[in-house]
């Protein structure tokens, strides 16, 4: 598992350079007379008339006389990217059909990070005695005779007294001038700071994987436990068993919201946070930590999907929890699931790797079963606290009142619930007040002007607002195709307009509504999810952030307003994806042992999925959903693939999808469909075309996809080309 033994390239030698840029291959460099770099050096080099950061690659730079060549411009004072990272890089590149530099540029994403941290000015005794010794004096020079240096601030601080004590001193010699490193980001964890008391099947679980840990050697084991079944705490002993052996751990989390509760277990079990790594997180700190995990001094990171390309010195362990969740798919520039290149990861470095769910992806179940994973099972909550009793609302029979969305027999479930003293949550995956606004008088319909969606109302920020591209207006008072006043109506509901008619209902409760758009952020998002943990709120309505992972010790009844939202589209997960959602939403009702409810408003009571979720035979839905993925030969009994074509006018996108249609070469193992144009066909001014390739699963399908990307037409103007290896979106 150590990292491999780096190649020295003489002066004035020709070497690969890999640019954070979309280029299909590294360039060649001179290297000067005087300087040194091995493969992974993080360089400066010129590219046009700038300067860019680029990674020393594998691989001799060509048969080309240095002088011709320009030079590296300067080395930074930096560990090199290992070995096991830049084939990782190279792997991930291939697979997904992308730029090697697009790929490396998600590893120089501190570029302030590649100089060392600056020391620290501080302070250590000379040994020379002050001229008079007053309490004060006694004090400081008391916490600094343990002859380690101290910053000015610090110490006075330590000593409870001003600074101008310590300068005194300072001025008559008795302290001299020192440097201090620079602060950790996070202190180093225990691994035997406060051991959980583990249930039954809880410490089987663990010690297999304490064994996986210490045993070395790469494995993927699924811990499949049930909502509350404390599957953190498992995976919690195998980071100890890891950190214990001098490892570096990777916890990656879905959702940035998500990260405060881990981040307060994970203290309470190891006696120190782990370092963080998220888009939230100040340009400073993600310096400090991508330098810190560079250099070993960071232990764990708990981080989103972007954090599988941090350089780590010595990664020894990889978990990924929620690995269901749909946010481990980036779909931008490099598209890529982090839950599977966790599983690369892990290989590449020869080191195990867990993931976590209540409700297992049918591709992680499947490769349990047939026996690529291992598969740890907690059947039954922690302290034997009872699972939710979850029962659904045929809407039919028990339609809501006129203009509202809730069902008389939610209502009275939650009535009774917080008269009780508990909390309820209405979960609601739709942000906004409502999915459309319409004038009445002409039937005027707001969209967006540079997508094929509808503007969804914000009320609360009296907004029109773009899901897809970001535009927003204000809303108006009249309509402005036929400038009719006060005839402006909301279609459907939002999580707003939810909040409006739960107050209606209970004028005297408290009420917060979770949802990822509003104002304040993810410091607002954490401190109102600590508030519903205190039982500071009554009601709580949110969208899915409310499913992930959250501990509400005091909720027992959670009621889905529309648990038919994901069944209505032609998504081939969208059972899959429903199940998994609607799992963990009632999840967070009665997880300290209350009896709980959960109740579903749906029009198809007989569905599956509703049958799955209110008999709580997920294993029948599994295996039905299994059995329909290999009937069609979908993941992971084949391979998909989606190529995206976009361009500034629906001709171009039409005309080159359709070239490289015909550019497909004929194949008994993979069959290209369409182009058709997307569902979203127009996202930010772009027309978008798709096409899919459906594969045998041993088929090379990105191999043919190269071919019928070289020989039809090339990118030009406005046109740009996209490829998906394992879609999760078909919009």
């Known amino acids: 598992m150590s990292q491999d033994s ?4 003489p002066p004035s030698q020709v070497v690969p350079v890999l640019v954070p840029m979309p280029a299909e291959r590294a360039y060649s460099y001179a290297v000067p007379d005087g300087m040194s770099v091995v493969p992974g050096s993080i360089v400066r080099v010129p590219l046009g008339p700038r300067l860019v950061a680029g990674v020393v690659w594998d691989g001799d730079g060509g048969s080309v006389d240095p002088s ?14 290992g070995g096991q990272l830049r084939r990782f890089v190279d792997w991930v590149a291939s697979y997904t059909l992308s730029p090697p530099g697009m790929v490396a540029r998600m590893l120089l994403r501190a570029p302030a990070a590649f100089d060392p941290e600056p020391m620290i000015d501080g302070l250590v005794l000379s040994g020379t005695e002050p001229d008079r010794m007053t309490d004060a004096r006694r004090r400081v020079l008391e916490m600094a005779s343990d002859g380690l240096a101290w910053t000015r601030s610090g110490l006075a601080r330590a000593a409870g007294t001003s600074l101008t004590v310590v300068d005194g001193l300072k001025a008559q010699g008795v302290f001299e001038d020192a440097l201090i490193a620079p602060r950790p980001v996070v202190a180093a964890p225990d691994p035997d700071y406060a051991q959980a008391e583990l249930m039954p099947e809880q410490a089987e679980a663990a010690q297999h994987l304490r064994e996986k840990v210490a045993g070395g050697g790469f494995s993927t084991t699924l811990i499949d436990g049930v909502t509350g079944s404390g599957k953190t705490e498992v995976y919690f002993e195998a980071i100890a068993e890891a950190v214990r052996a001098g490892r570096q751990v990777l916890v990656l989390v879905p959702e940035i919201a998500l990260t405060a509760a881990f981040l307060e277990r994970f203290q309470d079990r190891f006696g120190a946070k782990p370092a963080e790594w998220h888009s939230d997180l100040a340009p400073r700190t993600r310096e400090r930590v991508w330098r810190q995990v560079a250099e070993g001094r960071v232990r764990v990171v708990a981080g989103a999907r972007s954090a599988l390309f941090l350089p780590f010195k010595e990664l020894g362990l990889i978990v990924v929890d929620e690995e269901h969740d749909p946010a481990y798919k980036q779909e931008d520039r490099v598209f890529y699931n982090a839950r599977d290149m966790a599983v690369v ?15 297992p992806s049918v591709e992680s179940r499947v490769n349990a079963g047939q026996g690529r994973y291992a598969r740890e099972i907690l059947s039954g909550r922690y302290a034997e606290a009872a699972l939710p009793d979850i029962r659904a609302i045929d809407m039919r029979r028990h339609p809501p009142a006129r203009g509202g969305f809730i069902s008389p027999v939610l209502v009275s479930a939650a009535r009774a619930t917080v008269e009780r003293g508990e909390q309820a949550l209405f979960f609601l995956n739709r942000r906004g007040y409502a999915p459309l606004t319409l004038c009445r008088v002409c039937g005027h319909r707001f969209q967006c002007p540079s997508c094929s969606s509808w503007l969804v109302e914000h009320r609360f920020r009296g907004q029109l607002m773009c899901h897809h591209c970001g535009h927003s207006e204000p809303r108006p008072e009249a309509c402005p195709s036929c400038g009719t006043l006060d005839h402006l109506v909301p279609c459907g509901p939002g999580v707003e307009r939810i909040a409006e008619e739960i107050v209606s209902h209970f004028p005297d409760q408290r009420v917060i509504v979770l949802s990822s758009d509003m104002l ?20 709580v309505i949110g969208t899915q952030l409310v499913a992930k992972g959250h501990n509400f010790p005091n909720m027992t009844l959670v009621g889905v307003v529309d648990a038919d939202l994901g069944l209505a589209n032609g998504d081939p997960r969208a059972a899959e994806r429903t199940f998994q959602l609607l799992s963990q939403v009632t999840g967070r009702a009665g997880r300290t042992g209350k009896k709980s409810v959960g ?11 509703m049958r799955a979720l209110v008999s709580g035979d997920a294993e029948a839905f599994y295996d039905r959903e299994v059995a329909e993925r290999e009937r069609g030969r979908l993941p992971p009994f084949g391979r998909l693939a989606g190529v995206i074509v976009s361009a500034a006018t629906r001709a171009e996108a039409e005309g080159h999808a359709r070239g490289l249609r015909q550019a497909a070469a004929r194949s008994n193992e993979i069959m290209v469909l369409g182009p058709a144009e997307a569902p979203l066909s127009l996202v930010a001014g772009r027309h978008r075309f798709r096409l899919l390739v459906h594969a045998e699963r ?3 399908i990105q191999g043919y996809i190269r071919a019928m990307l070289s020989a039809g037409p090339k990118e030009r103007g406005s046109v740009r080309v996209n490829v998906d290896i394992d879609p999760q979106s078909f919009l």
């Open 6 to 9: 780096p190649t020295l390239f």
């Open 68 to 81: 011709k060549l320009r030079p590296i411009d300067h080395v930074f004072d930096c560990p090199p990217i």
């Open 345 to 359: 990861r892990g290989h590449i470095g020869q080191f195990p790797v867990v993931l976590a769910s209540a409700t």
């Open 520 to 539: 304040g952020g993810v410091k607002r998002l954490r401190l109102e999810l600590e508030a519903i943990a205190k039982g500071e709120a009554d009601i």
């Open 599 to 609: 109740l579903l408003q749906t029009y198809q009571p007989d569905h599956p999925v």
């Open 698 to 700: 041993k088929a090379d």
